[in-house]
Each structure stands twice: as structure tokens, then as C-alpha cells.
Antibody, heavy 121, light 106 residues
Framework: EVQLVESGGGLVQPGGSLRLSCAASGFTFSDHYMDWVRQAPGKGLEWVGRTRNKANSYTTEYAASVKGRFTISRDDSKNSLYLQMNSLKTEDTAVYYC????????????WGQGTTVTVSS | DIQMTQSPSSLSASVGDRVTITCQASQDISNYLNWYQQKPGKAPKLLIYDASNLETGVPSRFSGSGSGTDFTFTISSLQPEDIATYYCQQYDNLLAFGQGTKLEIK
């Protein structure tokens, strides 16, 4: 079964850091671009960023709202995706989803169940 | 950045109705447009890719059309299980979602 499972969410103070993980199974993780998407309470979906695959040099791209504060990485040997979040703000409070881009880039065809990040003092 | 504008933001319809949602891009994105369904408390689900292609396993009552800047998502005959929020998403330049359309049963 193709599956993505996020972990690492929790409560953190403004200015703090948190690292999210996403464990993949049931497919060849190393072939795919992987993304993070978030959803603030009662709001819509917001793309956070992506990491390309090894064939495309593991390059990363980010939304303007998180660029310079968030870092996406991956470990293909562990079938895992990561999101390092630094200098967190209250507006980063959201459910964070990892998602797989299908064999055609841009198509988010598999999603995890999400992990909740709350930034509050 | 490419902005995606969906309309309406909410919609109430009856079972069996034909439902249409529109999505407008701030610049030409060719057919680089996907549609997702999100039910409360659940992750989004891909329904339509490349503007008009039905994802495997998705019922044929769902369809999409358009290219350039103007796109349409249609449910031909609304079913109770279609109650959800629907999002368009472009991938011509990075990725970006529309603000969503919440669909309710009348």
C-alpha cells in the first residue's frame, strides 16, 4: 500500500524550531519529487515547498512566506522527507501534510494524514 | 507569483444538480491545473489533473476543462458524498492553490 505518515508536530513558542518527518512506503521514494503543504485552522491549502529527486540534484523550492526559515530535506536510504522549521511565527500554526508528486511533476497524487503544529506562547 | 482565484467561495446545491466551479489564473498556465477534493478532517484527494484528465478511480461524474487562464470543474449529478471543499492548483510556476470552494447540500 502506498502510504505517507507524518510525525513531529506539537506546540512550540514563537521564535522556536521544530522538525517534521514524513515516512514513505509502498513506492520507490527516490524517484519522486516530494512536497509539504499546510492548512491553517479553518483556512485553505498553502503550498510550502518541494524537493526534487536525485536525478534533478535534490533541488528545493519554497513559498515566499517560509523562504529563509524553512528547509526541506530528504533521506532516500530511509524513505523519509523532512521539514526543518525555524523562527516560527504564530501564523505558521497549521496542519502540515507531506505529498508525493506523481510521475508528472506538479500532480500531488498521494498525501499523508497530516501533523499539527501550534505556535503559541 | 501566479494567483489562483476560485468562484464561488461557497455553493449550496441539491442532490442530482449539476455543479460548476471556476478557477482563474493571473497569467497563462496552459493546462497545468489540477483539482482536489477535501472532506472535513481528511487530506486532499486528487480528482482531475492537467485540467481535464480524470485520476484513476475517480467517478466519471467529475470533469474538468479549460486552458490558459480560465478553467472549469463540473460535477454532472451531485451525490451526498460529494460534500467537500474543492481546490484548484497550478503548477506552471512552483505550485499554488485557489482559495477553495465549499460545497454544501441544499
Amino acid at each position: 500500500e502506498v502510504q505517507l505518515v507524518e510525525s513531529g508536530g506539537g506546540l512550540v513558542q514563537p521564535g522556536g524550531s521544530l522538525r517534521l518527518s514524513c515516512a514513505a512506503s509502498g513506492f520507490t521514494f527516490s524517484d519522486h519529487y516530494m512536497d509539504w503543504v499546510r492548512q491553517a485552522p479553518g483556512k485553505g491549502l498553502e503550498w510550502v515547498g518541494r524537493t526534487r529527486n536525485k536525478a534533478n540534484s535534490y533541488t528545493t523550492e519554497y513559498a515566499a512566506s517560509v523562504k529563509g526559515r524553512f528547509t526541506i530535506s530528504r533521506d532516500d536510504s530511509k524513505n523519509s522527507l523532512y521539514l526543518q522549521m525555524n523562527s516560527l511565527k504564530t501564523e505558521d500554526t497549521a496542519v502540515y501534510y507531506c505529498a508525493r508528486e506523481g510521475h508528472a511533476a506538479g500532480r500531488l497524487d498521494v498525501w499523508g494524514q497530516g501533523t499539527t503544529v501550534t505556535v503559541s506562547s | 507569483d501566479i494567483q489562483m482565484t476560485q468562484s464561488p467561495s461557497s455553493l449550496s446545491a441539491s442532490v442530482g444538480d449539476r455543479v460548476t466551479i471556476t478557477c482563474q489564473a493571473s497569467q497563462d498556465i496552459s493546462n497545468y491545473l489540477n483539482w482536489y477534493q477535501q472532506k472535513p478532517g481528511k487530506a486532499p484527494k486528487l480528482l482531475i489533473y492537467d485540467a481535464s484528465n480524470l485520476e484513476t478511480g475517480v467517478p466519471s461524474r467529475f470533469s474538468g476543462s479549460g486552458s490558459g487562464t480560465d478553467f472549469t470543474f463540473t460535477i454532472s449529478s451531485l451525490q451526498p458524498e460529494d460534500i467537500a471543499t474543492y481546490y484548484c492548483q497550478q503548477y506552471d510556476n512552483l505550485l499554488a492553490f485557489g482559495q477553495g470552494t465549499k460545497l454544501e447540500i441544499k
